[in-house]
């Protein structure tokens, strides 16, 4: 018998819960930018700006996915921050983004980190747009 008998959703679930139960992560949708802004604007935007060379408490993150970390030009980082040798990749973002003191021990960001990985992968999508 074969599987191509069965309608497409009921070989798509089986897809999905064949790839979960394989440790694969699977997300239901792809991840939307424009509701990254949002979170963006929520959790982000008191520290930090999304324009070119405008740091504020934290540093711009205009361009911050493919960024080393402590490299932005005109922000005061801390020595954790300037020796984590990372370069800020969407899975970097994702780990730092709900854990930012597991991820850089001696961060100055105060931030509890945001844990919500739907937030997240959307707040990541939105970053990517910022070239």
Not at 100 to 118: D, E, F, I, R, S
Request: charged share 15%; with cysteine.
């Amino acid at each position: 018998m074969s599987c191509f008998r069965y309608p497409v959703a009921v070989r798509v679930l089986a897809a999905a819960a064949f790839l979960s139960a394989a440790g694969w992560a699977v997300s239901a949708h792809a991840a939307d930018a424009a509701a990254g802004k949002q979170v963006f604007q929520q959790q982000c935007a008191i520290c930090h700006a999304d324009k070119p060379g405008v740091n504020k408490i934290g540093p711009s993150l205009f361009g911050v996915v493919g960024r080393h970390t402590g490299s932005e030009k005109g922000y005061s980082y801390s020595v954790a921050n300037k020796n984590a040798n990372l370069v800020w990749t969407p899975e970097n973002l994702d780990k730092y983004l709900d854990n930012p003191q597991a991820v850089v021990p001696g961060t100055k960001m105060p931030y509890g980190g945001l844990k919500n990985a739907t937030k997240r992968a959307n707040l990541i999508a939105f970053l990517e747009t910022l070239k």
